[in-house]
């Protein structure tokens, strides 16, 4: 079921379907909810997932000079809260996974359980700062167009861009419909977000890492380096995926996630 709520003094789009045990999928930037279709569709069989459109993307709003990833960790409480879940395994894609480290943080009493998918606990290099803070001045610039072509794509293996077209092009085509300046404010947060390495250090959760070796965002060495800082956490390397793992190779991310609720 999808619908709108009004939280936080914004309104959202909230998907909620299945039953049993709450998974939470939150996308990451310049993506939707819809992003999530068929991975929906199947841990819905077993497990009941809610996901959103997050504050700045798709049809949500977001408040210019709040939206930060505390803000969006409030967010998903809210509606956590509205739909009665006390409860949840929360995923996070990329900046998604930025909100999940936030929200792990702030209600470890709801967070049974972390996945970063595609992420880092890292605040933003100088280097990545700059390559933001260029983005924002291309999309105020009316270039979002040329920004989706180029980062789009880039998300999956180079040796996949081609088989799957048509997922780049939908993902494409959905994130024209947010507010640019909805953009720009997720670029923000980003851009100014804190290191959580400290909090993963100590974090009682269980903790699941899901890398693309293929990665072109995440490079391999980083992902080695994250896997020999945290030999507490579980990982999952997908041999044959860049940063859309759970799009490039659905069926093993299926498998690592059901495993994390599971055990």
Known sequence: MDFFTTTNGIAMRVSDTGKGKT??????????????????????K????IAVDLPGHGLSGFIEGATTMDF????????????????????????????????????????????????????????????RN??????RAGKLELILKTNISRGFADINVKKFDEE????????TVADTNGIIACLQAMKTRED???????????????????????TFDIAEN????????????????????????????IKALTKMVSD
């Not at 077993?46 to 997932?49: G, M, T």
């Not at 879940?85 to 996070?92: A, P, T």
């Not at 260029?134 to 999309?139: K, P, V």
């Not at 400290?198 to 974090?203: E, G, H």
């Open 72 to 131: 969006m960790a409030d967010c998903i409480k809210s509606i956590l809260d509205k739909q009665q879940i006390s409860e949840c395994f929360i995923v996070g894609h990329s900046m998604g996974g930025y909100v999940a480290l936030a929200f792990a943080k702030k209600y470890s009493e709801t967070a049974k359980a972390l996945c970063l998918l595609s992420s880092t606990p890292n605040a933003d290099t100088e280097q990545k700062k700059n390559d």
């Open 134 to 139: 260029r983005e924002i001045e291309m999309i």
């Open 23 to 44: 998974i939470v999928l939150l996308h990451g930037y310049l993506e939707t909810m819809d992003v999530w279709e068929n991975t929906i569709a199947e841990l819905s």
């Open 46 to 49: 077993n497990f009941r997932i």
């Open 196 to 218: 959580m390495n400290d909090f993963v250090k100590t974090i009682q959760q269980k903790t699941l890492f899901i890398f693309g070796k293929l990665d072109n965002y995440i």
């Open 168 to 175: 780049i092009f939908a993902i494409e085509d959905t994130a």
């Open 226 to 253: 994250i896997m020999q800082k945290y030999p507490q956490a579980t990982f999952a390397i997908l041999n044959n995926s860049g940063h859309n793992g759970f799009i490039e190779q659905p069926e093993e991310t």
